[in-house]
């Protein structure tokens, strides 16, 4: 059973005030920069730049983290991850770095990003802006900046879908009924 919670208005009014909240947040603009979590924060990183070049007229610099070999969780998963490309063609030293990602589950993939980007570089801090905070943390990690908090059971969960993908925006509540 499906359930859209948010459609592609939605979606773009949440990454308008998340890009708004990230500026307010971040004054010098020279020393920010957005990388996504492959895959669906890459998109959402890339749109959020976009917003923020719109509305101060600034480039951030925006790359991509692939995360699949930091997972904590590689050992025990059936199937070998599918690597994809890290693209981040600016120094990150001493930058603050906003971690972008679709959806925060148990934190687990930003703890993972967070161990890859250090093995990269030594940002001043890093950030965390998502789309979707569904809770269920199990490691101490909190966003700085979400677009919707989206309480869950265990046995929701919670697809993005985005236009880069080649399917129209939208977010759903996925039930699964064991």
Known sequence: ???????????????????HEIVEKNRDLAQLCLIGI??????????????????????????SLDISLYRDDINIRKEQP????????FDINDKTVILVDD???????IRAAMDALMDMGRPSRIQLAVLIDRGHRELPIRPDFVGKNVPTSL????????????????VVIITRDN
């Open 103 to 109: 959806v925060l589950f148990t934190g687990r993939s």
């Open 38 to 63: 492959q895959r669906g924060g890459v998109h959402l990183a890339r749109r959020l730049a976009g917003k923020i070049r719109e509305y101060e007229g600034h480039m951030v610099p925006c790359g």
């Open 82 to 89: 599918v690597v994809r490309r890290t693209e981040i063609d």
């Open 155 to 170: 046995k929701e969960i919670i697809e993005v879908q985005l236009r880069e993908e080649g399917i129209p925006d939208r």
């Open 1 to 19: 059973m499906k359930k859209e919670i948010l459609d592609h208005r939605d979606i773009d009014r949440a990454l308008s005030r998340i890009a």
